[in-house]
């Protein structure tokens, strides 16, 4: 499964400059530093994210001589941090914030605290923004991508969203960065647009594609329906709790439920982050059922697992699972029919896949040949999809509205875009196609932001 805890290496750095002007006074800089660093730990860490400061470095914990870069690197290094924050208490120094940054190998965010104010005599002690315009040139001249955070108070909005935001990244980046995918069977045979290249997501971005056979799964699946009846029972109790069924779908609870301990197996035993699974014609010829409901369950538990064998549009439910931190659950609603009258809105559709949390209050929720049929709840949803031409892969990322539609079959919802013939055309033209990932809230910019760390990487947007 995907690790949404994300651990931050703070650096708070100053100047190191003899003898002590004002302007580079290091007293003031070293209080900076650890105030700074003490807010931070005290007010942004939770279940999913945690510290490693510079205490016991250098007998003032801020960094700011070479010596020390390599002090610092050996230390997150082993605490195994999966981002940088570097600070500048005063003007830094560029030199060794390079140093760190190329020395730990995980995504950089610098930041300048904005600067005390002047003295009545003229004097002021940190020139902090001033500073961090050296440190960005640095670290452009050694290739090194960062985020930005505007200079800002710590205890402002500014920073808090920003500093989110690169928590998102950082946890998109730990993620994909050898990130391994359940291949579960071959692709439908008419769904040539799902095509992708096993050698070249290795080769670009270190994915790895681990293929399980079918007649793996279906004999796994045989042995659950054997061994595991009392757990079956119960998670057919569980599904008829929550349905109005049709007259096919009650007798064959058991056999759906059976795919949330199959996924879980194939999870657990090929140690992988996601799955892409065939999912309507083997599996229906094979074991005599249908996994849409319980991939349901699974992405409530959550699993990821894209249907019909679309592997780029797993990797998108992953990205969006990882700027939430696990905290929003992704899904799979394709690009369907435009709205009878909205003509900016367009069905987001699948036969019915979606988490179960994410159904509609007071709408109709039914299950009709071992799948689900509700409306999604009102929001803001980010629409996104990774995909390529050529071996030039971008990420395509928007947002629309809920809006109201016609009732149909499935699970979906009518989204409203601020220019949907835009949005027609980008897929069209492509590298897309009409499958796309969505979840709710804004992460567009999370998304942008992952694309600088990931050089084969382009983000990409629609021109509205």
Known sequence: MLQYNVKIG????????????????????????????????????????????????NPVDVMYC??????????????????????????????IAAQVARGVGKPVCIWAPIDDSFLPDGTRYTDSQCGIFGVSRQLQRFHIPFSFIETC????????????????????????????????????????????????LMEKF?????????????????????????????????????????????PLLKKVYAFVPLFKWVFETYHVQAVSAECWTAMQLGVGAMPCTAYSILA????????ESDLHGTITMALLSCATLGRKVPFFGEFTVRHPE?????????????????????????????????????????????????GDYRLLAGTCKTTEGPY???????????????????????PYIHHMAEIEGDWTQELREFCKFVPALTADAVNE
Not at 20 to 47: C, L, M, Q, S
Not at 220 to 239: F, N, P, T, V, W
Not at 300 to 307: R, S, V
Not at 408 to 430: D, H, I, M, S
């Open 300 to 307: 409530d538990m959550g699993y990821i697992i894209g249907c």
């Open 408 to 430: 149909t079959f499935g699970t979906y919802l009518w989204g409203e875009f601020a220019n949907l013939p835009a949005w027609e055309r980008k897929l069209v033209e492509g």
């Open 66 to 95: 070479d010596e020390d870069a390599q002090k610092v690197i050996d230390r997150f290094n082993a605490e195994k941090v999966d981002a940088v924050l570097i600070i500048n208490c005063n003007f830094g120094n560029e030199e």
């Open 206 to 250: 270190g994915l790895s594609i681990i293929p399980v056979n079918m007649a793996v799964i279906i004999d796994k699946y045989q042995q659950i329906l054997r061994e595991r009846d009392a757990e079956l029972e119960e998670g057919a109790k569980l599904l008829a709790s929550r349905y109005e069924m049709d007259d096919l779908t009650p």
């Open 342 to 390: 909205n003509k900016n809105a367009e069905l987001l559709w699948h036969c019915g896949p979606f988490a179960y949390s994410l159904k509609k209050e007071g709408c109709p929720c039914k299950n009709v040949n071992m799948r689900q049929w509700f409306q999604v709840r009102d929001g803001q949803y980010t629409v996104a999809r990774f995909d390529q031409d050529d």
């Open 10 to 57: 703070l650096a708070p750095m100053r100047r190191d400059v003899t003898p002590r002007p004002g302007i580079f006074n290091w007293e003031k800089a070293e209080e900076r530093g650890h105030r700074i660093v003490a807010y931070i730990r005290e007010h942004f860490t939770d279940d999913k994210v945690s510290f490693v400061d510079l205490e016991g470095i």
């Open 153 to 200: 108070a710590v205890e402002s909005d500014t920073f808090a969203s920003s500093f989110a935001r690169f928590v998102s990244v950082s946890c998109m980046v730990k993620n994909f960065r050898g990130m391994r995918i359940a291949q579960v069977g071959m692709r439908p045979k008419p769904f040539c647009s799902v095509i992708f290249n096993e050698g070249e």
